[in-house]
């Protein structure tokens, strides 16, 4: 596994272990949902709190890894093998560190696949 995604994955597992709780307080019913960081540049996609196997990915530690392809573009939602999924593109962070961006960009997009997902279960 190379050095970058490595890093993405042990800033991911920390950030999303301290910011489910703060959700879950201020969000009665919010659950952790299936998010991807990608990076064309890099050629990877990183999904986490997927528990399903999805076609394609391999399993690295708590998440499951696949090559860069067109399904990832952009940061919003999209289905894989039925699941919905939060995806973020690690280049929208310009200049930045990811570490510095990523939360703002994970935040907005769980906060809007959760929005659908708890609709549809009211539904």
């Known amino acids: 596994m190379n050095a970058i995604l ?3 994955i042990h800033f991911v597992k920390n950030y999303v272990n301290n910011i489910i ?3 879950q307080t201020i969000w009665p019913g919010f659950a952790n949902l299936p998010f991807a960081l990608f990076s064309i540049k890099d050629n990877f996609v990183l999904l986490g709190s997927c528990n399903k196997a ?3 990915f391999s399993r690295v530690s ?3 890894v696949c090559v860069w392809d067109d399904r990832f573009s952009a940061n919003t939602t ?3 093998d039925g699941e919905t999924v939060a995806i973020i593109d690690l280049e929208c ?4 560190n990811p570490k510095d961006c990523i939360p703002t960009i994970y935040t907005r997009n769980i906060s809007f696949i959760s929005k659908i ?3 549809q ?3």
């Open 6 to 8: 490595q890093n993405h």
């Open 21 to 23: 709780p703060c959700f």
């Open 54 to 56: 999805l076609s394609g």
């Open 62 to 64: 708590d998440f499951q």
């Open 78 to 80: 999209i289905v894989i």
């Open 93 to 96: 962070c310009g200049n930045l």
């Open 117 to 119: 997902v708890l609709e």
């Open 121 to 123: 279960r009211i539904c």
